[in-house]
């Protein structure tokens, strides 16, 4: 297939663009201008910059394409003003279905998010019936998606244009420009000196098996269906108690109060504000502490999608960040990493090598 | 010529004669002239540089060289036969707070007139364009470093002093002077925090030193604040030497202090230090009335020095400048001079005004410590990386010593035969006072990978807590792999913990040779010299195997590390369970961490502790431009409006007393009627605040349940 990765140096576009290449197919690259792209280096796919805020740049670069990959928007809980967020979400969503529109593009893939489903303060799985409510206490990310959600669905309809959406959970693994709050995950707990934990968990998923997922979703999702792209549903103290294993680190030490989690994120913003340097984490982040954004990939599972374990997408995500500059020299000198993320990494550069070399993995 | 300093001193004489004479008996004119005659006779033509002292900050200041008398010399050049000479400076840290300092505008404002006296034409030139590289020595500590070519072609090279008092070395003579001839603009930032003054005076010198120096004492500048609140001191000397060093050495003993005091000459002047066949001539009387930077003083201003930023932000605040030529650039920095200035400079030579300096100094010197300290035990990589010079001659280290490490090293690793591994892998024991200890590690990555990605000869410099030096390969093997080097290391206090009572750096000059094998590689490495006397001894081997598909890592080590007088007060043998305890914490530290960094190198991470320096040539921003950056920045963001909270935080408070805008005829008192209440930012921001805690007990109260 002929496909436009939009925000193909993201953390989901860049692994899309590698399974899209992988499978053969014929990628274009959406990029903004003056975009960092080292993650893109080396890879046979055309690069088109543009902007989805500027729908005049979308049209070169949808031209000619059979399926659209919607994945550019801001996963941030810091550094970004809301209203930015939510632009970028919602208009550049419409922006986009009207140049695939406007282009002949039959399907779009659209990255949403499974935070759209919501999160409950008990262990329960949610899948794709449940929503979350407008809540305006919720983060300026989760009603940005919520708001995407629902315009590119009224413009689908009007535009006659097939969506599909796709709502990854946390997505950890290699080839992120920036750190986002996914890899997030890995990095804070390591670098935390008090090894801190918290009530609540999280779905883990390997951003390889998302990006897989997307390609899947282009060949058999439902038109106008949600899909949940996950993992493994885990506790925050198995996660980090995995993550440290993984990276030779001590395991958690205490659990923390969310009074504790939200005080830590006020002193890490001030931090942060003091030195330029992104927090560990944020109030929005802080506020998530209880909740169980569990989820089911059922419906997915059903077309063919199989995610690899959270412990394996986790020994990649380690293997990659513990060589990045994600994570700290002095956080580094504490890691030990484990077999598995020796193997990770060598498996992932194997298949590095032969994507660059032209040859299938 | 055997080294010759002649002081002409004549109360009341003008300049030129004082010069004149100084020249005369210090066989000037026969030593030029020879040089001159040679270059006449290669070339058809004689240039020569003259670098005079142009720290001045006003008209007709005492801290730069009188330019009527570099004149003069000129013409006493152009008399010998030079054929082109020129005045040379650089642009010093000064420019980067003060307009104007550009070599040319300051060379005018200062009183250079492009003509000498008897009409000949020269020119002014800055000797930071037209640069030459390898100059210095890659082992140096300006290693890389590139020098003026004018300087460097120079048939005559010359430096001419003003004779000052100097709250950073206690006096600047010649060979400060002679760093304006190093080409980045913020000397300060890179020729004395960055590196060591001594060692780059030192160096300098000998690459490229000046033929001559001169020491313009007809009026100097004395005082206990010395170039920062210059006072004038008729002196009616002129020094004049056939060595920059040896200028110096007189030149502070005329002022009655120990020429060592400076920590930018002593290394020079040890080498210069007047012997047999030296010639001084006239007379070594201090010079009544002078008043010196007061030791105390000194020692102040040395702690001041190593809180870089405070020290960049403080001496544009401390400085007397006439602000007429050259005014401020950031208006910060002009206010807080208004402001301070003539509190520093105050009293009687500006001894008051230096010791409140120097009760600022010692503070702040004081805070870096506390800064450093919390650094090395916390917070590492704010430090600051560690810059130095191989500190042995290379030719002197023979063959034999490096032919006999392997062995020697081999059966000392053999005394830890027999000594059980602990649970960690750590195997110890004493030995006269030293410790021996050897771990290993097993990589899961391929022999040739990793011994790819680690070079080993650079081992050392990936061990835990280095924090710099300098390694010289001395041998290579037909491959092309170092097998001989010499290396000195700087490490943190070890164990960290002795930062807490004065712990040194460690720095260690070793000898070492590199072993390479299809399936293991190893390198040895001896210590030879400690300069600050830190380690008895920090010898080792470590050794890259292939063990099957895996790589193992094996450290052995010798070491012996002086601690602080705290520290060493406790007797340990007191407590030896204890004493094995910390032994063993320390050394697992040490091996985890070790480990840790050479996967990491392995990775391709750079795993250097500290921050780096500015390669910049005016350094960092000064810290007056960070802050009116961080000051923008702040109500920029969007979510926090600084002014706003500010003027929150003003706001009268509920209750306290309204003023009238009017009281009439008949006293009444009129008032404005009260604004609609509207919500603060800070008042928005604290009530979600309350809300989010609120939300958050309740979840810990559903978690407890």
């Not at chain 1, 499978?23 to 993650?39: C, D, I, Y």
């Not at chain 1, 996963?75 to 209203?83: E, I, L, R, T």
């Not at chain 2, 005369?24 to 005079?52: D, I, K, T």
């Not at chain 2, 005082?223 to 009616?236: F, I, K, N, V, W």
Request: hydrophobic share 45%; proline share 6%.
């Amino acid at each position: 297939m002929k496909a436009l990765v939009t925000g193909a140096n993201g953390l989901i576009g860049a692994n899309l663009v590698r399974e899209l290449v992988r499978g053969g197919h014929e990628v274009t690259g959406l990029v903004r201008p003056g975009a960092a792209l080292s993650v893109l280096e080396g890879l046979p796919l055309r690069l088109a910059v543009g902007d989805v805020l500027a729908p005049d740049s979308l049209a070169g670069a949808v031209a000619g394409q059979e399926v659209v990959f919607h994945t550019a928007v801001a996963f941030s809980y810091w550094g970004h003003a809301p209203d930015d967020l939510a632009t970028t979400a919602t208009d550049g969503s419409l922006n986009v279905l009207a140049a695939a529109a406007a282009a002949g593009v039959r399907r779009v893939v659209m990255t949403s998010s499974s935070v759209t489903l919501g999160a409950s303060y008990r262990p329960e799985v949610r899948d794709e019936d449940a929503r979350a409510e407008d809540d305006p206490g919720e983060s300026a990310y989760v009603l940005a998606k919520i708001a995407q959600e629902r315009a590119a669905r009224e413009a689908a309809e009007r535009l006659g244009i097939e969506v599909v959406f796709a709502c990854p959970t946390m997505s950890v693994g290699a080839f992120a420009n920036r750190l986002g709050p996914s890899n997030g995950v890995v990095t804070s707990y390591l670098a935390d000196p008090f090894r801190l934990t918290w009530a609540g968990g999280c779905n883990i998923a390997s951003v390889r098996d998302v990006a897989a997922g997307h390609v899947l979703l282009a060949r058999r999702g439902e038109p106008g269906a949600c899909y949940v792209l996950g993992g493994e549903n885990l506790t925050w103290r198995d996660i980090h108690s995995t993550v440290a294993r993984l990276a030779g680190a001590p395991p958690p030490a205490a659990q923390a109060s969310a009074v504790g989690c939200y005080a830590l994120a006020v002193a890490e913003e001030a931090r942060a504000r003091l030195t330029g340097r992104p927090p560990l984490a944020t109030r929005a982040q802080a506020r998530m502490v209880g909740r169980y954004y569990w989820y089911s990939h059922a419906r997915a599972a059903a077309l063919g999608y199989a995610p690899r374990p959270a412990r394996a997408a986790l020994a990649d995500a380690v293997a990659w960040l513990s060589a990045s500059s994600h994570v700290s020299r002095e956080t580094r000198a504490g890691m030990r990493l484990s077999r598995e993320v020796h193997a990770a990494r060598l498996a992932r550069q194997t298949e590095e090598r032969a994507l660059l070399q032209g040859a299938p993995a | 010529m055997d080294p010759v300093v002649a002081i002409a001193h004549a109360p009341g004489a003008d300049a030129g004669s004082l010069l004149d004479r100084a020249l005369e008996l210090a066989g000037f004119h026969a030593a030029m002239a020879e040089r001159v005659a040679q270059a006449l006779s290669a070339r058809g033509a004689c240039s020569a540089v003259v670098v005079p002292a142009m720290d001045a900050f006003a008209a007709d200041s005492p801290a730069a060289a009188d330019p009527a008398l570099v004149e003069r010399l000129l013409d006493v050049l152009f008399d010998l036969g030079v054929t082109d000479a020129v005045v040379g400076s650089t642009r010093a840290t000064a420019a980067l707070w003060l307009e104007n300092r550009d070599v040319f505008v300051a060379a005018d404002l200062l009183g250079y007139r492009y003509e000498t006296p008897a009409g000949r034409p020269y020119e002014v030139v800055d000797l930071a364009e037209e640069v030459r590289g390898d100059v210095f020595p890659a082992w140096g500590a300006l290693a890389g470093t590139p020098l003026s070519g004018a300087w460097l072609d120079a048939d005559l090279r010359l430096v001419v002093a003003a004779n000052r008092t100097d709250e950073d070395d206690g006096y600047a003579l010649c060979l400060s002077t002679l760093l304006s001839v190093l080409p980045l603009t913020d000397k300060d930032y890179h020729y004395r925090y960055r590196r060591d003054a001594g060692e780059v005076t030192a160096e300098l010198l000998a690459a490229a030193p000046p033929h001559f120096a001169v020491v313009d004492a007809v009026v100097s500048a004395h005082g206990a604040a010395g170039g920062r609140a210059p006072h004038a001191l008729r002196t009616d000397t002129v020094i004049a030497a056939s060595d920059a060093a040896l200028a110096d050495y007189i030149g502070a003993l005329k002022m009655g202090l120990d020429p060592f005091v400076s920590p930018l000459a002593a290394p020079s002047l040890r080498a210069a230090r007047p012997a047999a066949g030296t010639r001084i001539l006239g007379p070594l009387e201090a010079w009544p009335g002078w008043i010196n930077v007061e030791p105390g003083m000194l020692a102040a201003a040395a702690a001041r020095r190593g809180f870089v930023t405070a020290d960049r932000a403080l001496r544009p605040a401390l400085q007397q400048v006439d602000r007429e030529l050259f005014p401020f650039r950031h208006p910060a920095n002009d206010w807080m001079n208004r402001t301070f200035a003539p509190l520093a400079g105050a009293g009687d030579g500006g001894a008051d005004g230096a010791r409140l300096v120097a009760a600022v100094n010692l503070l702040l010197g004081e805070a870096e410590r506390a800064g450093t300290t919390w650094g090395v035990l916390f917070d590492k990589d704010a430090l600051r990386r560690r810059e130095t010079r191989l500190n042995i001659d290379p030719a002197a280290v023979t063959d034999a010593e490096y032919d006999a490490l392997a062995a020697d090293l081999s059966i000392q690793a053999e005394l830890l035969r027999g000594v059980a591994a602990d649970a960690r892998g750590l195997r110890w024991r004493f030995d006269d006072g030293a410790v021996l200890f050897d771990g290993a590690r097993r990589f899961p990555v391929p022999f040739d990978a990793f011994a790819g990605a680690v070079p080993i000869h650079r081992a050392i410099q990936f061990m835990n807590d280095y924090a710099g030096g300098r390694a010289l390969a001395t041998g290579l093997d037909a491959e092309g792999r170092v097998v001989r080097q010499l290396e000195r290391n700087l490490y943190l206090p070890q164990p960290n913990y002795t930062a807490v009572g004065g712990g040194m750096v460690i720095d260690v000059t070793k000898i070492e040779t590199v072993e390479y094998a299809p399936r293991r590689q190893r390198m040895f490495w001896k210590t030879v010299k400690s300069e600050n006397g830190s380690a008895v001894v920090d010898d080792g081997i470590v050794t890259f195997e292939a063990l099957g598909e895996d790589t193992l890592v094996t450290i052995w080590g010798r070491q012996q590390f002086r601690l602080p007088p705290l520290w060493a007060a406790l007797d340990r043998e007191l407590a030896p369970d204890v004493k094995r305890a910390l032994v063993a914490d320390a050394y697992h530290r040490f091996l985890d961490r070790t480990f840790a960094n050479l996967e990491a190198a392995a990775e391709g991470r750079d795993v250097r502790l500290g921050r780096s320096w500015s390669d910049a040539s005016e350094g960092e921003p000064l810290p007056v431009e960070q802050a009116a950056e961080l000051l923008k920045r702040l109500p920029s963001d969007g979510r926090f409006d600084l002014a706003g909270a500010v003027k929150a935080l003003l706001r009268p408070q509920p209750g306290s007393a309204p003023q009238p805008v009017r009281i009439d005829a008949d006293g009444f008192r009129h008032f404005e009627a009260a604004p609609a209440a509207v919500p603060s930012p800070l008042g928005t921001a604290m009530s979600g605040a309350l809300e989010d805690l609120r939300h958050a007990a309740w979840v810990d109260a559903g978690a407890q349940s």
